[in-house]
């Protein structure tokens, strides 16, 4: 039973995730100490049981290898086995299908990323504090949780450490109180959040405004490391222009407001999380020379955090889209035109082999360049297909009816097919389906 249900829930994760119930609210309280590097966790989840003929009489939550205390549903002390990053409950009063219970966790250890095909992802140690980074399955690395993209909770995180530090979540700041010699941040991220966009960083930081004049405008903050922070005017300087043309073509910010982390480290990529983004040390330049990936993790807010995939294979509805809008920011900030820059894709995707299936990449194709690539590519296609009006109306149509939600591949080829009025099943079957790499069709009117 319980491996049928994992393979329901995620293709690419079988080992992650259970269907058979839903988190509602993590209430997290957490206690971290840089110079041992230990983390002391509870955790109070508030969650529903699935709908279905029988009792919820035992489920699964994915938790790295931590020591762990008892375990309680609703209030009782409840039967637990915990192995190979899974954590097993048989509630002592099973929660009847569709109810709410809450289950109450407690976890210590030394906290290690999850291994990965990518290497090493989740909680990781840093030289003066720590990241987290859970794309996509590194979240049991530091909490007790249903790792699957379409559980996506609320969440109310306090964490304490040395006062020297600074701790930033994407939410809001609800509260910093001072102790002897610690202190204790406290997060609230209200909107619906899947595990593994719940970033986290340690650090000692600096918090700078990058403020918008415009009334009503989203709160951007950034958090750098001291030494960095005239490089990083420069290089995120332009985010607030970034962030008002995205909410003209993507449709309202869908969070309460918007962070920028700069780790005082290198790091392969940045990473999107929950009104959240993590760059690294190597991001900043001072010549604004990574601004596509600023453009790139903003968007990355309303394609794939707001709008959510419901399991892996459809990831290119996130990194197409948030490829699609580092071009865009070029093509409306003065640099090249979205069809100059597809075009160059389209020859750099040409001399590579044609052998990936956009829509199902496989696990261990699924962070390719060429799904980045192609995926903006099949974008740029659809625009040139459809027009530019039809197009940006379906773009922020999707942004509007499945914000706060998760989406497959197909959801999105019915939305396209709509707003065309007409069918484009061999349009969608050319980029999506088959692994040969089709023409890219004539510009649009503006790019
Ligand atoms: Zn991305």
Known sequence: MDSTQAVATSPYFPDHGDLRYQVRHYELTLDYRPETDRLTGSARIEALAAQGPDRLREFALDLADFRTGRVLVDGRAAHHTHRGGRLRIRPAEPPAAGAA???EVRWSGRPKPVRSPWGGIGWTETTDGALVASQPVGAPSWFPCNDRPSDKASYLISLTVPSAYTVVLGGRLLARTAHASTTTWVYEQPAPTPTYLVGLSIGPYRAVRLDDPQPGAVPQLGYVPARLLPYFEADFGRQPRMMRLFQELFGRYPFGEYTVVVADEELDVPVEAQGLSLFGANHLDGQRGWE???AHELAHQWFGNSVTVADW???????GFAKYAEWLWSERSGGPAAHALAAA????LA??????????PGRSRMFDDRVYERGGLTVHALRCTLGDRTFFGLLRDWTTVHRHSTVTTADFTAAATWHAGRPLDAFFTAWLTEPALPPLPAGTESG
């Open 345 to 348: 894709a389209h020859r750099r």
């Open 101 to 103: 219970f809450t289950v």
């Open 351 to 360: 001399a590579l082999p044609q052998d990936l299936r956009l829509a199902d």
């Open 292 to 294: 596509r990936l600023v």
């Open 313 to 319: 294979r459809h990831i290119w509805l996130n990194e």
